[in-house]
């Protein structure tokens, strides 16, 4: 995928949270956009700690207080990126207001969220047919009540889910060069 508008040696997004519930393909979109930008990669289910792990092998919804801790890892993740030439790209659910402040707020820069919206036929297809370590598919709804939308967010790209992985990336992608010409 080459898009003749931006290039990874000239241009660096800064730093981006591929968010969305469990499913939407955050891991998927991260890692390819991460590649083609040559950004570090931080899959932020890899932050989780060992208690919130065992809560969600368990089938237990984590609360708040179990999601804090975890931002904040995510979030020194992506301030990182400060001291850094290379951008950083992470997947992080993100799923409430809160979180995504809390996240801009320990970036240390601006952030762009890329939103995976898709309906819940859909997500639970997707999360039957994968393997996961620790998300079981009960765990969906939970993930779906919890969500709010990133409604009037002016750093939140909300790309529909129902099409091909490399659709995804190159509507992202256009996005991005779309933010780059109007902040340059």
Same mark, same amino acid.
């Given at each position: 995928?080459?898009?003749? *508008?931006?290039?990874?040696?000239?241009?660096?997004? &800064?730093?981006?949270?591929?968010?969305?519930?469990? &499913?939407c393909g955050k891991s998927s979109v991260g890692a390819k956009l991460a590649d083609y930008f040559e950004a570090l990669f931080v899959e932020g289910d890899s932050l989780h700690s060992p208690e919130n792990v065992r809560k969600m092998r368990l089938g237990t919804p984590l609360q708040d207080q179990d999601r804090w801790p975890w931002l904040d890892r995510i979030?020194?993740?992506?301030?990182? &990126?400060?001291?850094?030439p290379r951008s950083v790209v992470v997947s992080c659910s993100a799923?409430?207001?809160?979180?995504?402040?809390?996240?801009?707020?320990? /970036?240390?820069?601006p952030l762009t969220f890329i939103f995976l919206q898709g309906d819940r036929t859909l997500l639970?297809?997707?999360?039957?047919?994968?393997?996961? @370590?620790?998300?079981?598919?009960?765990?969906?709804?939970?993930?779906?009540? *919890?969500?709010?939308?990133?409604?009037?967010?002016?750093?939140?790209? *909300?790309?529909?889910?129902?099409?091909?992985? @490399? /659709?995804?990336?190159?509507?992202?992608? *256009?996005?991005?060069?779309l933010r780059r010409q109007t902040t340059s």
């Open positions: 995928m080459t898009d003749p *508008t931006i290039s990874a040696t000239t241009y660096s997004p &800064g730093p981006i949270v591929v968010m969305g519930v469990s &499913g979030g020194h993740s992506l301030s990182a &990126g400060v001291q850094s799923l409430r207001r809160a979180y995504r402040d809390r996240l801009r707020e320990l /970036a240390g820069q639970a297809a997707r999360m039957a047919e994968r393997r996961h @370590e620790y998300m079981p598919l009960s765990l969906l709804d939970s993930q779906l009540a *919890t969500l709010e939308l990133p409604e009037a967010e002016p750093d939140v790209v *909300t790309i529909d889910i129902n099409q091909p992985l @490399e /659709a995804i990336v190159g509507r992202a992608m *256009t996005v991005l060069a």
